[in-house]
């Protein structure tokens, strides 16, 4: 079944007339994984916030459907609570809140939708250990408030025990490679493919075709100037890697 479908969307820097999406179409199935590359400034990073309703952008034109109703009917949360997830390219920090708190909160805020009962803490910590473990990370990281002070890698594995913890229908994640040492990105590439079932899917934003090696993609687009401009198959990547997107 179709997860997301998303039609001549175009979208502006909110309260002004700077176009960056100039009609996007793109279509994700259960149980695919997309990649989507492009130059610096191609509006990669745009068009996944628009998605989860970054109010920096607003949207001009076309649609965005996931799991058959109108994205862009909902808040940003209720996409959240829907199953859509986003990684950031640049993770917030979230002061005064523990990070088990809050993955605790974020969870049962999706469970609440998915009309499954809260998890109480001890019922959570179960859930969550394994999880952690996965990701090669230490409990220590539950009790520190949210990102605070986390190293860039230590950032990206916690984006994807989020993701984990959510059990999201489509992971948006955003250069999630970027700063990442070869330890760091198998870990959280390996977590990544554990979380894969034939009812989710994933798509990634990437400039290296490397993150590519470890999770392999279905269908590899080339954005540019604010629109997919290409779709192809992993080769699509190589070619990128070979000769750079002038080639294409
Ligand atoms: P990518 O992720 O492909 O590198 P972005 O989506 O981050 O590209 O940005 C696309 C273009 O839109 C860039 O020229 C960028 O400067 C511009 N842009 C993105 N967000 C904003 C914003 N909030 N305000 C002004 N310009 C923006
Ligand atoms: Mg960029
Ligand atoms: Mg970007």
Redesign the pocket.
Known sequence: AVLLEVRDLKAR?ADSE?E?LRGVDLTIREGEVHAIM??????????AKVLVGHP??EVTAGSAGFKNENLFDKEPEERSHAGLFMSFQSPIEVPGVSNDEFLRMACNARRAALNKPELPPLEFFAHLMPKLKALNMSPTFLNRNVNEGFSGGEKKRNEILQLAVLEADLALLDEIDSGLDVDALRDVANAINGLRTSKNAVLM?THHERLLDYIHPDYVHI?DNGRIVRTGDSSLAQIVHKEGYTAL
């Open positions: 820097v700077t960056i492009g130059k610096n400034g191609s509006g990669k990073s745009t068009f920096d952008y934003i954005m």
